[in-house]
């Protein structure tokens, strides 16, 4: 497909950097040469300099040949500038970041005026991530599918797990549990697991579940369920306001903590009912005389990276049950893997993988992705599909079927009944599948994950 | 130095080399030259031997960085004329291995300089392959590489290997994926070498004579299998058909593609056509006037004279090197114009060789820039071409590249005369290697040869030969001691 991708920030780089490697033909244009630069000597793309909402640049970069245009500069009225002229010029789909909150709330309105396909907002998406996390604080990360059906949970291994030492197989034989492991991240590996697998402390394991058999998970595996009642955020950015509003709709203390003055005055004007600190939330006083060590929760919204680290890894350290840090650079979360930091969320991947999963779904008009969810750090994926009448594995039993190497079916959805499947069990027509995926080759329909049988 | 990587490209390199071996190795079973076959053979299966598990090696870190985009591409070239002398003298058809190594390095840089006295005799593989390396090394080794290998290596980010082959001071994609821009140029490349072949048959040429005469063309090399070059087909047709393919290859492929995208504006308002376009003209008819006016051989109607002019104009701005007379005996005045053309030489993202004429096009406009700030000093001037503001980096790479560029002609020259020749002799041999081009003038000249240098100044001008095809810059690097530093 031919993608053009305006502004070449941290998102569009991401977006390019997977698209590109997903053989699309990707075109960037940024208006500041040095960026492009970089982008043409470390990606496989072709680069643009100039003003990506001007009709002759657009022109020159044939956005009129394009399947699609991603707008992600630093500004809304561009973006949004930039998928008319893409529009007009015949552009088949368009998508625009947009973030502030003023158009928030007019976004299906101008989505319709504009004919833009999709708006994506970093900030929003990734108070929504945050979100999530905190709701089901056991787990690392949770994403779900099959209409929140199903959850693939990210857990870790500890000493004293029940989980440590045991094969996966005795996960239904011992402790009748219907749920899978899918992957199993060690020593910054991935494994697609088999029965015989052991587990071991300071393993990372993705597992699907309905949703049913969640809580009957927690409880056999002795993860502590606290309910989460009150949050610190250190930093009072856009994500900290996004996310306070969800978490004061459902009654939890919200504390944010904000070095500028305007902004706290700003905040504490919006959301009276939050506890607006004005002062560095990276001195430790401050942190303690805020009563860390009585949260349940700390997420960590500042803008350094460094910071946030730190502040989690001490909240940790001290005891506080649940941690989650924003990042803006993920490439260096692997230096973390072992030690005690919890949730982490990197706004640029929230983002990317709803484009991809978007992308994918137009790159293959019966492709019918429902959901797509990065996991394990992008190294690995979870991808929901409907079975149609061109899948060919269908009604044949699972263990007739040849998939491909480190590809694997996590869950069937028949009709509402959750199915953990079996080598007995098949997929039939109509169903959602949700496979996970560590293959290389990128999957974009379900007949992608099968052996090619010529 | 990334050694993987480099070592993994290298043995995609020798294999291929290897592969291209075997229409040789056919042509030597079919004509019954043992002595040729054995050549070849021994070669592709040492290319081959090392080569196939060289491609298999796995690297560690797949990305490419500048610096070993500039080494691979250098080493390369090295590496792949090494063995590519090696038919020539296990043949026993130049028996000295340094007299190989420069037919080799002259025939893969495009410059087709030559050592030989007696072509004809030689085995119809061996004259192949001279005029094949020509081929291969015109549009560039490592481009052929790019087009064929497979996605996984290198991971695709190869626009420093792109970079550091293609000649011009600016060198881009065409589309977004570098395997398809490869695939393109090559495309292009192919196309147009079966056309030429194509009215070189029609015009009654023979099927090897054709081949041979294509390969020399599109590569603008310049090895020709007769003695006396071009000359031995007489007829206006055939050379005519030579001069147009030697200025259709000296064009900027970027401009094919443009007119194949159907963009036809921008192909018409691309300054560095229209300055090569007029270079031309300008240059072929004041010398055919000068030597019509002059009454020289074979040039006594003026249409004649326009004939060879435009053939010699054509061979030496494009950097081929063919001949149809010999324009030593030229009147100075002639042979002055021959001269500068060497140094303009082609338009870049072409086969050809030389300064290429976007460098002279911004080298002028800078010293315009220049002249007009004295006037103004505060006056902001900006270089344009093609209504495109060129920036500043690339102005002063370009100034850098020219006092390099000089500063090399005059060492070399400097080597050069150790081997006692006259001044015409030396400086046109290095000026005539330097940019890719073959004949020089006086003892180098279009009927002359390259093989009374000694060892020595044979070694130079293989370093010349090799300094102008990559455009100086990779070349000196491998003098870099911090690029042979390993790193993963």
């Known amino acids: ?169 005795k996960l239904s034989t011992e402790l009748h549990l219907k749920v899978l492991v899918c992957v199993v991240e060690r020593d910054n590996r ?139 650079r993920s490439e260096y979360s692997e230096l973390f893997s072992d030690r005690e930091l919890g949730s982490t969320v990197c706004p640029k991947e929230v983002i990317a993988s709803e484009i991809i999963r978007y992308v994918r779904s137009i790159d293959n008009s019966d492709a019918s992705i429902i959901t797509l969810h990065r996991i394990v750090d992008g190294k690995a994926e979870a991808i929901e599909f409907i079975a149609n009448a061109q899948t060919t594995g269908l009604d044949i039993p699972l263990k007739d079927l040849k998939l491909k190497k480190n590809i694997l079916i996590a869950c069937i959805n028949h009709d509402g009944k959750i199915i953990i499947p079996r080598g007995m069990d098949r997929i039939s027509y109509g169903d959602t599948v949700i496979i996970v995926t560590a293959a290389d080759e990128p999957i974009s329909e379900l007949n992608d994950i099968f052996e090619d049988n010529n | 130095m990334n050694i993987k990587i480099t070592l993994k490209y290298l043995g995609y390199l020798l294999a291929i080399e290897g592969a291209f071996m075997f229409p040789a190795m056919m042509i030597a079973l079919f004509c019954g030259e043992r002595t040729a076959l054995t050549g070849f053979a021994v070669t592709a299966v040492i290319l081959l031997a090392i080569g196939v598990p060289l491609s298999f090696l796995k690297e560690e870190n797949p990305t490419l960085y500048a610096k070993d985009g500039f080494f691979i591409v250098a080493l390369s070239w090295i590496v792949v004329s090494l063995f590519g002398a090696m038919p020539f003298t296990i043949s026993g058809a130049i028996p000295s291995y340094v007299d190989a190594f420069f037919e080799t390095v002259s025939g893969f840089t495009t410059t087709g300089a030559s050592i030989l006295t007696e072509i004809e005799s030689l085995p119809k593989a061996i004259l192949y392959w001279r005029s094949f390396t020509h081929w291969l090394g015109g549009m560039g080794v490592l481009v052929f590489i790019l087009a064929i290998i497979p996605k996984s290596a290198g991971s695709g980010v190869s626009l420093h290997i792109l970079r550091a082959e293609s000649p011009g001071p600016v060198v881009g994609k065409l589309v977004p994926k570098m395997r398809s821009t490869a695939r393109i140029l090559y495309a292009i490349y192919i196309v147009l070498t079966l056309l030429e072949l194509f009215f070189l048959l029609i015009g009654g040429m023979p099927l090897f004579d054709a081949v041979t005469v294509s390969f020399g063309t599109a590569g603008t090399g310049g090895f020709a299998i007769t003695n006396n070059s071009i000359a031995a087909y007489d007829s206006y047709y055939l050379q005519g058909v030579i001069t147009v393919f030697m200025l259709l290859f000296s064009v900027n492929f970027n401009i094919y593609y443009l007119l194949l995208s159907r963009e036809f504006r921008a192909a018409y308002k691309d300054t560095e056509l229209r300055v090569f376009l007029g270079i031309v003209c300008v240059s072929v008819l004041a010398i055919a006037v000068n030597i019509w006016h002059t009454g020289q051989a074979l040039c006594e109607t003026f249409f004649g004279a326009l004939h060879h002019s435009a053939f010699q104009v054509a061979t030496i701005v494009s950097t081929t090197g063919f001949a149809t007379t010999d324009f030593n005996q030229w009147p100075a005045f002639s042979k002055m114009i021959l001269l500068l053309l060497m140094f303009i030489g082609a338009s870049a993202g072409s086969t050809g060789g030389g300064m290429k004429v976007s460098r002279v096009i911004i080298l002028a406009k800078s010293i315009l820039s220049e002249i007009k700030k004295l006037i103004h000093p505060n006056s902001i001037k900006l270089v344009r071409v093609s209504g495109k503001v060129v920036s500043p980096d690339v102005v002063h790479s370009v100034n850098g590249y020219f006092a390099v560029y000089i500063a090399l002609i005059a060492l070399s020259t400097l080597c050069l005369s150790i081997d006692n020749f006259n001044f015409e002799t030396t400086f046109s041999a290095v000026v005539a290697c330097f940019n890719n081009i073959g004949p020089g003038f006086d003892m180098v000249g279009a009927a002359g040869n390259y093989s009374a240098f000694s060892n020595f100044g044979k070694l130079v001008l293989c370093a010349d030969m090799l300094l102008g095809r990559l455009e100086i810059f990779p070349i000196l690097l491998l003098f870099s001691p911090s690029l042979w530093r390993r790193t993963k």
């Open chain 1, 1 to 169: 497909m031919k993608i053009v991708i305006v502004g070449c920030g941290k998102v569009g780089y991401a977006l390019a950097a997977q698209l590109s490697a997903e053989n699309h033909d990707i075109t960037v244009v940024d208006n500041n040469s040095r960026v492009i630069e970089k982008a043409q000597e470390t990606l496989d793309v072709m680069s643009m300099s100039g003003n990506g909402a001007a009709l002759a640049i657009q022109q020159e970069a044939r956005v009129g040949e394009a399947d699609l245009l991603i707008a992600t500069t630093s500004s809304d009225e561009l973006n949004l500038l930039c998928c008319i002229v893409a529009k007009r010029l015949g552009c088949r789909h368009t998508i625009s970041r947009v973030r502030n909150t003023d158009y928030m709330n007019q976004l299906t309105f101008m989505r319709d005026d504009f004919g833009l396909s999709m708006t994506v907002n970093p900030e929003y998406a990734t108070a929504r991530t945050i979100w999530r996390f905190l709701q089901f604080p056991s787990f690392l990360k949770i994403d779900s599918f099959a209409k929140g059906r199903v959850e693939l949970v990210e857990l870790k291994i500890t000493e004293n797990s029940v989980l440590n030492g045991k094969s996966l197989d």
């Open chain 1, 190 to 328: 991935i494994f697609i697991p088999k029965g015989d697998f052991v587990l071991r402390e300071g393993d990372k394991i993705n597992v699907t579940a309905p949703r049913s058999e969640l809580t009957k998970m927690i409880k056999t595996l002795g993860i502590s369920t606290q309910k989460i009642r009150n949050v610190m955020v250190v930093g009072g950015g856009r994500i900290a306001e996004y996310l306070a509003e969800e978490l004061i709709r459902s009654g939890v203390d919200v504390k944010i903590i904000e070095r500028d003055r305007e902004r706290s005055i700003e905040l504490a004007s919006r959301y009276p009912e939050a506890l607006i600190i004005n002062d560095d939330g990276s001195i430790h006083d401050v942190l303690m005389a805020e009563g860390i060590r009585e949260t349940d929760a700390v997420v960590t919204l500042t803008g350094i990276d460094e910071q946030n680290l730190v502040i989690s890894l001490y909240a940790g350290h001290i005891g506080v049950p649940k941690t989650i840090t924003k990042l803006n």
